[in-house]
Each structure stands twice: as C-alpha cells, then as structure tokens.
C-alpha cells in the first residue's frame, strides 16, 4: 500500500501562485508515477501533470505553460508549482500514484491523497 499527503492549497487572488506538495510513504517500489488530478465543484476529476519516476513530466493543455510538476526523490515528494492561477483552477487537487503494472492512469486504480482546496478569486 502507498499512503499519499498533500499540503500547501489555500486561497489566493487570480494572477498568484501556489505550490503543492504531495510526500508518499508505504510501498514506494511499486509506484510506477505520481501526478495530479484536480476536481472542481460538479465536475469530473481530471488529470493536470504528471511525472515519471525518470523524471517525464506532461501537463494537460490547461496547465501547459504556467504550472510545473517535479519530485524530490530523496524526499519520495512531488511538488506542483502553480503560477499564474485563474479562477478556472479552483477545485480539490488530488495527488495521485500510479501502480507499476497499470500502464495507463486509471481513477479507479490509482493510489489517492485525500485532496487539498485551491480557491482562486477573481
């Protein structure tokens, strides 16, 4: 099992930042990536970045540009840098893990934290 905890969501006004950060405990081993998801009030959860344990990084076309996913390996942490927020980005942040043998990410089987809020006021 893999135990995820996110920190660092809050409130800020649109044009500001934040910085997620996600550390994972348990059976690192068997963490193929980590990401994350974010859902907003009456949506689905969606995918935002994610990072390989090589080091791959991709972003959702929302994200491109303004945020930045990395990890710190000795830390087993994944952060998401959030620049230049719009209103459009509040939700739950959700830090997600995926498991070596699913070849794809899956709501379903992914590994969860259990979400922190980001609120961007306009």
């Known amino acids: 099992q893999v135990q995820l905890v996110e920190s660092g969501g809050g409130l800020v006004q649109a044009g500001g930042s934040l910085r997620l950060s996600c550390a994972a405990s348990g059976s690192i081993s068997s963490i193929a990536a980590m990401g994350w998801y974010r859902q907003a009030p009456g949506k689905q959860r969606d995918l935002v970045a994610t990072i390989t344990s090589g080091g791959l990084t991709n972003y959702a076309d929302s994200a491109k540009g303004r945020f930045t996913i990395s990890r710190a390996n000795a830390k087993n942490t994944v952060y998401l840098q959030m620049n230049s927020l719009k209103p459009e980005d509040t939700g739950v942040y959700y830090c997600?893990?995926?498991?070596?043998?699913?070849?794809?990410?899956?709501?379903?089987?992914?590994?969860w934290g259990q979400g922190t809020q980001v609120t961007v006021s306009s």
């Open positions: 997600a893990a995926r498991r070596v043998q699913d070849s794809t990410w899956t709501l379903a089987s992914n590994y």
